[in-house]
């Protein structure tokens, strides 16, 4: 509000701050330098990968930054637009693009471009014809300027092009290295010159003779070649592959394969859109639909369960250190905080390594040797996963908490002593719904990063113990973004489109719960 | 008052055109470039890049310097934690930003093939001197994808100090490893996960390989690790479990073996060449012998070869294969990798030259010599985990009956590769 005021209160037609050539001037000069050099240099790499939606988007973008900031009027966007531009590029295109992943096949064998396949097929499939030997290579141009490679061939050297097949070319000599030196009627490159067109060379393929059945001279180093034979042969006419020694035919099909009427199929293949497929299998696919109820049942469970303890042990705490009474409080309050000083991940490293069973601090120090098993046993794990999240935990809640605690006026206890009311009515009547309000947002926000804990959980146990004999490997302290994890990503095959598809679910889920919550929260705030 | 703005903005333009020709022109075409042969990229005074990981960047290294002097070229080595490596360049390779060359293992061929993002590439002459076993690693339907520098496998390693018996039996090694009298007969890494790597040989040794072969010797796509031999496999595995001689342990991870050895606890342990040096430096003399046999059929290990693979969507393949093919696969270079990975040179004469004067190397390389490459099929990724955690469930004892949960864990396998 206040940075609005004043560009309202002075007269508006004579001298805007914005316009006065002082040192600030200077500084607003160079940020919107480096605004527009670093988004040309964005839309100009974007040209040069031909990624025309991200250099639309950053041309828009450098248009709308321009007018915004340039412009004197709309002081609002001036505040708004960097907002507004990261929701779109962190959020917006994140969750779109999620959305359209869930609606595709997108894995394993489907991940690259459709012409990328087909060039790669094409690839795979020429080999050197068995027992061909390497063949001292140079590249050459003829008159013409055409690229062709010239080989020596049982001492003969031979010369030719992508058109035309290898000739005997008369009076060549050889160089030291093996190689064709001078060939007359062609042009020898060197080094450097084949550098320049080396995707060419690569990618040059000069028949051998007239007979096309004994297939191409082909290199890889610019300097050996060998003979080579095509399995397939690419018609971009009808788009199908031809096998070259059985004549099936594949055809592209609705999965983004190219197939042959027998079913079999070439790979790689490359995304095609499949519709609700991928939702549709976690409904019918016993094992995925089981394994969410299951892992949706404890991630509910755990979610809620560590904001519970955390907040009640933090609420606790921060009650216990905020009377005035305890001495050291400062001194208490900073110790109490460094369990969130410290990375998370590392600290569920070190709690895994403490609750091992027997190798473990636990067990084989402060229990002397007792065999516990923490880690193994499913509810010992779940409860110990708990406790970690609890020790991670509590020093956030204990820091809101003792933050909101100040915001409660004290005359309102006072009126409660007088009424006569206990401490721990104080609590359950007063300090609970007070606090209530300005903390229950937190803790519908804490309850959601629970719900994907992911780092939690596969640091700690990895989702084990394992359940025996599960048909999709999982463990009993799998968690529902784990299971997506350990489905879709680790397992074999790659299945992003599914993990898209169950990350929406988890999405709505978490967003219901919010929704839910939130809705609670405004009816505490009537109360009041 | 306009002509405040006309500066601004003029003035504005001008240092970012400034900064951005400033910038463009510093970057090289060759790397930025994502479209493949539409714009064919100048390539002379180009960039070559290269993931390796930490014990591979140093030696590589010193060949790229060779390869720049020669070429007129640059080569950016990219160091990366090996296991990011298959998971960031199958994300990467196919938006054409991947790098042109990285450093992987064989059983990673099936993936990266069946997804597209490696180029075949042709040994030719150069295939005459590497180990067999590291070329055939490599070949996947026909094409060859990975130029080999390094093999590797587990062997038994003995604590010299301890015993000195050589078993060929699992019997045998267990009453030596009783009779010299440490906490431990034996040592077996597994976790609470399981670990079918180390436990192979072992299975093998009851004839339950993980996939059937041709006649040639390359896998098939069929599980082959059930049936009566992967029972008593089972069977056994619940035998030396925790409610049996309790030789196996899930308790006993990796890091707990390897420590656990290195205070001569134990007489035995199955590990790699990659825990020698932690042996050697806590003053044990070691022998590494052939893995015992459980089952009676020789206990066979996977052989892991490592290699190198050439990015599909590369603009510089020519540059790629020559380095590999020219520079690479050199006896220098492969003994420079040995002595910096201690892994066995794929290259037969570097693999000799060492094993001749290192009972350690002669020792893996004989145990390696009855092994098995890891299958490099697509399939594979997918048995893993259900192999390592059922294990794991019969040597705990979760699940009480072993036959069935074998049963049960080649029926999920087979669920899982469809």
Known sequence: MSTVAPSETPPRATTSHARELNRWWVVKLAVMALLNAGLLYAAYSALMVQEWAILGFTAVLLVVVNWVYVSRRMVPAKYLLPGIVFLLVYQVFTMGYTAYIAFTNYGSENTIRKDQAIEQILRTGDVRVEGAADLPLAVVRDEAGDLGFAVVVDGVVQAGTAEEPLEPVGGATVGGNGAPEEVPGWTVLNLGQILEVQSEVTALRVPFSDDPADGWVRTQTGSVGFQSSPRYSYDEATDTFTDLTTEVVYTPNDRGFFAAPDGSRLTPGWPVTVGFENFQRMLTDSRISSALLQAGAWTFAFAFLSVATTFFLGLFLAMTFNHPGVRGRKVIRSLLILPYAFPGFLAALVWRGMLNNPYGFINSTILGGADIPWLTEEWLARFSIIAVNLWLGFPYMFLIATGALQAVPGDVYEAARLDGASAFRQFRSITLPLLMISVAPLLIASFAFNFNNFNLIYFVTEGGPNIPGHPLALGETDILISVVYKVAVVAGTKQYGLAAAMSIVIFLIVGLVSWLGFRQTRKLEEVL | ?418
């Open chain 2, 1 to 418: 008052m306009r002509r405040g703005i006309m500066i601004a903005a003029a003035s504005g333009l001008t240092l970012a055109l400034a900064a951005c020709s400033g910038g463009g022109g510093g970057e090289d075409p060759t790397t930025d470039d994502a479209t493949g042969e539409e714009t064919s990229a100048p390539a002379a005074g180009g960039t070559l890049t290269i993931w390796a990981d930490e014990l591979r960047a140093g030696p590589l290294a010193d060949v790229a310097a060779q390869f720049e002097a020669d070429n007129g070229i640059t080569i950016e080595i990219v160091q990366k934690n090996f296991d990011d490596i298959r998971p960031e360049f199958l994300a990467q390779a196919p938006t054409g930003e991947g790098p042109d060359i990285i450093v992987g293992a064989h059983d990673w061929t099936g993936e990266l093939v069946s997804s597209g993002v490696v180029a075949p590439i042709d040994l030719g002459a150069t295939a005459d001197g590497f180990a067999e076993v590291a070329v055939n690693a490599f070949s996947y339907e026909g094409a060859n994808y990975g130029v080999p520098y390094g093999i590797e496998n587990i062997a038994l390693v003995r604590n010299d100090g301890m015993t000195d018996a050589s078993p060929t039996t699992w019997d045998e090694m267990v009453e030596a490893g009783e009779a010299a009298g440490g906490e431990h007969v034996f040592l077996l890494q597994q976790g609470d996960a399981g670990d079918a790597y180390h436990m192979y040989p072992f299975q093998t040794s009851f004839g339950a390989p993980v996939f059937a072969t041709d006649e040639s010797g390359s896998y098939l796509p069929e599980l082959a690790l059930g049936g009566e031999a992967g029972a008593a496999f089972a069977n056994w595995l619940a035998e030396n479990g925790s409610n049996g001689s309790g030789i196996l342990d899930t308790a006993i991870t990796a890091d707990i073996a390897k420590e656990k050895f290195a205070n001569g606890e134990a007489p035995f342990i199955v590990t790699g060449p990659w825990n020698i040096s932690a042996f050697t430096d806590a003053g044990l003399e070691v022998s590494v012998l052939p893995v015992p046999s459980a089952g009676g059929e020789t206990a066979a290990p996977f052989v892991g070869v490592q290699g190198f693979f050439v990015n599909a969507q590369s603009e510089n393949a020519l540059l790629a294969n020559t380095f590999l093919l020219d520079y690479v696969s050199t006896l220098e270079v492969h003994t420079a990798l040995y002595e910096s990975g201690g892994r066995i040179p794929a290259l037969t004469e570097a693999a000799d030259a060492i094993a001749a004067d290192d009972p350690i190397v002669e020792g893996f390389a004989a145990a390696g010599e009855v092994g098995v490459p890891m299958p490099s099929l697509r399939q594979m990724g997918a048995v893993w985990d259900f192999w390592g955690t059922t294990q794991a469930d019969i040597i705990s004892g979760d699940a009480s009956d072993p036959e069935a949960a074998w049963q049960t864990m080649v029926d999920n396998i087979q669920g899982a590769i469809g």
